[in-house]
Each structure stands twice: as structure tokens, then as C-alpha cells.
């Protein structure tokens, strides 16, 4: 069973350029998290998803971020006009319904120059 | 405020020595409790998980941990720390109704040989 995949793994962009980072969960998950990983910080939640619904997108920033899963294919986190403060690594995470036990992927690492 | 933290940015043991990394956590009922290790450059991995249920929890790679709730801790432990320990370790909560994550600031675990 393979695990959570991401891709790309690094992604370089430039200021003002959009970034699309993808994920796709687990077989068998139908719930993926985007995380946040800022340079000597912790971990911090982005967005929850089902598919085709967002169900808790408290940690988005309000603007230039957004994130879906649709019926069919990854899940999509997007950022436009990328700044150097995205720099960062964005983790996703995946679980299975009736279950709190999320599993990670390796992360795309995001360099805005 | 929900919150969880590791006292401990960096721990140096050397190989063979017990270790025992802390976690307390900030929450008015009984938390979902996680710990997670994370090499450079990777994604996280579970090493284990409280739930409910006896308050000593197996984990993977020889791990363990013990929720002692009049503590509000949940610390990490593994009698005979081998080379390949080195990485950083992330306790982590969550409350069940909120799916998301909340992450402590991570423990930097560097071993001797």
C-alpha cells in the first residue's frame, strides 16, 4: 500500500509566479490536511479536506491561498503570487474516515526567489 | 488556549543511554496524543499514539510513551538509543471533534556514538 505521495518535491518559483502543490492521499483516505513548515518552526495546519469539500480552513492565510480535492485526482494546494515569506515546506497528511491517525507525506519544499 | 510543549529544543544522549523526550499539553479533556519523528529533509513518521485505553502506549523502533493525565504529559521514551534515532521529534494533539493537528515546536535529538 503506498503511502501519501506529493509531488513535486522541490519546487522553485519566483515572486509573484504561482505555485501548485499536489497530494494524493493513502488508498482508501478520503481526508487530507495541509500542514506548514516555516524555517525553524513547528508544524502548523493550513486547510482540512474531503473530497469535493473544505472542512476546516482555519490556518489559510486569507489571501492569495486556496486548496481543493476533487472527486477525481489529488488534492491541490495553491498559491499565487508567490512571495519570499511562502518559503517554507508544506507537508500533507491523509487518514481514513472514523479514524484521528493521519499519515504524512515527504513534503514539497518551496523556494520563492 | 489548546496548546502542546516540548520543553527540550535539543537533547544530546550517547548510543546505548536511555532517553526520554518531554511532551505537556494544554486541553480541558482527554486529548488524541501523537508522536512523530522527522529525519532532514523527510516527511514525518508515527511512532505512536494515545487514544484512550491503558496509559502506556507501544510504539514503533523500540519506542514507548505513558499519558499521565494529573500531568498533563505525555512523554517519549526508548531505554537504548541507537545512531539512527538522530532526528527531530514532534509531539502532537488533536481533540477528535477538530480533525486538525496541533504540533509542539519539535525536539532535536543528537546522538554520540
Known amino acids: 500500500n503506498a503511502g501519501v505521495m506529493q509531488n513535486p518535491r522541490h519546487l522553485v518559483r519566483r515572486r509573484g509566479q504561482e505555485a501548485r502543490l499536489r497530494c494524493s492521499p493513502m488508498k482508501g483516505h478520503s481526508h487530507v490536511y495541509w500542514y506548514r513548515q516555516l524555517p525553524e518552526e513547528g508544524l502548523k495546519f493550513m486547510v482540512y479536506?474531503?473530497?469535493?469539500?473544505?472542512?476546516?480552513e482555519s490556518g489559510m492565510p486569507k489571501e492569495r491561498f486556496s486548496a481543493e480535492f476533487p472527486k477525481e485526482g489529488p488534492s491541490i494546494l495553491r498559491i499565487q503570487q508567490v512571495v519570499r515569506g511562502d518559503s517554507a515546506a508544506y507537508f500533507c497528511?491523509?487518514?481514513?474516515?472514523?479514524?484521528?491517525?493521519?499519515?504524512f507525506g515527504p513534503g514539497t519544499r518551496l523556494t520563492v526567489l | 488556549a489548546q496548546s502542546v510543549t516540548q520543553p527540550d529544543i535539543h537533547i544530546t544522549v550517547s548510543e546505548g543511554a536511555s532517553l526520554e523526550l518531554r511532551c505537556n499539553y494544554s486541553?480541558?479533556?482527554?486529548?488524541?496524543l501523537f508522536w512523530y519523528v522527522q529525519s532532514p529533509g523527510q516527511g514525518l513518521q508515527l511512532l505512536l499514539k494515545?487514544?484512550?485505553?491503558?496509559?502506556l502506549v507501544q510504539g514503533i523502533k523500540g519506542f514507548e510513551a505513558e499519558f499521565k493525565r494529573s500531568q498533563s504529559s505525555f512523554n517519549l521514551r526508548k531505554p537504548s538509543v541507537h545512531w539512527s534515532d538522530a532526528a527531530e521529534y514532534f509531539c502532537a494533539f488533536s481533540s477528535g471533534s477538530a480533525r486538525q493537528l496541533t504540533f509542539g515546536s519539535g525536539t532535536q535529538l543528537t546522538v554520540l556514538p
Open positions: 486541553y480541558g479533556a482527554t486529548p488524541y
Open positions: 479536506l474531503q473530497k469535493e469539500n473544505i472542512i476546516d
Open positions: 494515545y487514544f484512550s485505553g491503558d496509559t
Open positions: 497528511a491523509s487518514s481514513e474516515t472514523g479514524t484521528d491517525t493521519q499519515y
